[in-house]
């Protein structure tokens, strides 16, 4: 795996044991907490750099089924046409 030369989509996916341990301000503190796991990513070389100029970052949260922490991420780069098109 190389880092995509182009902006990519990064999906945060937190998953936590109940409602009572989602982080509650969405706008902010969610994206503010994935800081840290796309800085790994990022050290891994599985992404170029963190700013908005390389990933258009989308955090979200859920109950997870099996009642345990875990995190998702996801890199969508935008296929040749779609980049080339937009």
Do not use: M
């Not at 902010?28 to 390389?54: E, P, T, Y």
């Amino acid at each position: 795996w190389l880092a995509p030369p182009v902006r990519v989509r990064v999906d945060v996916e937190r998953f936590v044991p109940s409602t009572r341990h989602f982080i509650k301000d969405t706008v902010h503190n969610l994206a503010f907490s994935s800081k840290a796991v796309i800085d790994c990513v990022v050290k891994a070389g599985f992404l170029r750099d963190d700013s908005d100029q390389h990933i258009d970052l989308h955090c979200t949260q859920a109950v997870s089924p099996d009642g345990l922490d875990w995190t998702v991420i996801t890199i969508t780069a935008p296929s040749a046409t779609e980049h080339y098109t937009s």
